[in-house]
C-alpha cells in the first residue's frame, strides 16, 4: 500500500506564528492534504499550538479538504492530558505524541520511570480510542550498557499502549540504519518522519563523529548547540536513502502517513514545503491523496 505523504507543520512555524489560518491555506495551495501539528505551549494551549481553538482548526481544516493525522504535545503533563485529548478528539485528530526527551546519562531507572509514564499515558489514550506515539532524535541512541536508550525504551513500555513515529534522519545522525529500525519495530510504527541531508553539509553526517560525546549527558542545549541549520535540506534533494525507507516501510503493517519535515531552511517556509513537495514526487510507493 501506498504511503500517503503529509507535511510536520513544524516546517512552517514561523508563518503560523504570524497568520496561523493563512498559513494552514497555503500548506493546502501547495498541494498537502495531511498535517501533524507540533503544540510546544500545552501548558497554556492544549491544541496544536498558536491559540487555535478546536472549532476553528476543524473548520479550517475541513474548508481546505485537510486533515490531522498527529500531533507533538511539549511538554507532556498528564494533569492536563484530558484536556489536550478533548481538543484533539475534537479535530478529528486519532493519535498524540512526544516530540522530545532527555535523558540523565546511564540513568536507566529515570528511563524506566518514564517508560511507565509512557505507558500511563498510552493507557488513557486507549480508552479514548486513541494513540500514543513516540518520536525519537539522536539522544536515543545513546548505549547504556549493552543497549540503546531506544531498546530500553521498547523492552519497558507495552506495544498496545507506546507506538512509534520514527525519524529516518535523526536515527542516521545517530549513526543507526532506519531500514532496521523499521524492519525490528515496525509491528509499533505508526507515522514516519522523512528529513534530508545535504550532500555539501558542514558537519558529518553522524553526531557522535566528533560532535557530540555519545558518554555525556545530552541536554537540550547540548542537542541545540551541536546541531549546524545547514546540516538540513529540502527532502528529496539530499543524500538519504530515501526510496529503500520508503520501500522497507511498506511493510509496516499500522503506517499509513510518511511526514515530510523541515527543522531549518534556507528559502521562505512555504517555497521550501513546496520545493520538497516536487522533489519528493520521484520516489514510487507513496501518494498525496
Known amino acids: 500500500m501506498a504511503l500517503k505523504v503529509g507535511v510536520q507543520l513544524y516546517s512552517v512555524r514561523q508563518s503560523l506564528m504570524e497568520d496561523p489560518y493563512g498559513t494552514l491555506a497555503k500548506v493546502a495551495e501547495a498541494g498537502y492534504k495531511y498535517v501533524e501539528a ?46 489536550i485529548l478533548d481538543y484533539h478528539q475534537a479535530v478529528g485528530n486519532k493519535q498524540i505524541g512526544v516530540g522530545i526527551a532527555f535523558f540523565p546519562y546511564n540513568d536507566i531507572d529515570f528511563v524506566r520511570r518514564l517508560c511507565d509514564s509512557y505507558n500511563r499515558i498510552g493507557e488513557m489514550c486507549k480508552e479514548r480510542g486513541m494513540r500514543f506515539y ?38 542516521m545522525r545517530a549513526g543507526q540504519d532506519p531500514v532496521e529500525l523499521i524492519e525490528k ?53 539530499g543524500t538519504l536513502p530515501i526510496q529503500k525507507i520508503i520501500d522497507a516501510a511498506q511493510k509496516a503493517p499500522h503506517l499509513e502517513y510518511i511526514i515530510l519535515e523541515q527543522d531549518h531552511t534556507q528559502l521562505d517556509e512555504i517555497d521550501s514545503i513546496r520545493t520538497s513537495m516536487e522533489a519528493f514526487r520521484k520516489f514510487s510507493g507513496v501518494e498525496w491523496v
Open 185 to 237: 519495530y515496525k509491528d509499533r510504527l505508526v507515522l514516519l518522519h522523512q528529513k534530508d541531508f545535504p550532500a555539501d553539509a558542514s558537519q558529518p553526517l553522524v553526531v557522535y563523529e566528533g560532535l557530540v560525546d555519545r558518554n555525556q549527558e545530552i541536554s537540550m542545549e547540548t542537542f541545540a548547540n551541536a546541531i549546524d541549520p545547514l546540516t538540513f535540506t529540502e527532502i528529496g534533494t
Open 38 to 83: 507540533a503544540n510546544h505551549d500545552s501548558t497554556t494551549d492544549p491544541g496544536v499550538g498558536f491559540g487555535v481553538p478546536a472549532e476553528a482548526m476543524k473548520e479550517s481544516l475541513d474548508s481546505l479538504g485537510m486533515s490531522i493525522v498527529g500531533c507533538h504535545v511539549h511538554p507532556l503533563e498528564p494533569e492536563r492530558l484530558v484536556e
Open 134 to 171: 513516540y518520536h525519537n532524535h539522536y539522544q536515543e541512541f545513546q548505549v547504556f550498557g549493552d543497549k540503546t536508550v531506544y531498546d530500553i525504551m521498547m523492552e519497558n513500555t507495552d506495544p498496545e499502549l507506546l507506538y512509534l513515529e520514527l525519524d529516518t534522519y535523526w536515527a
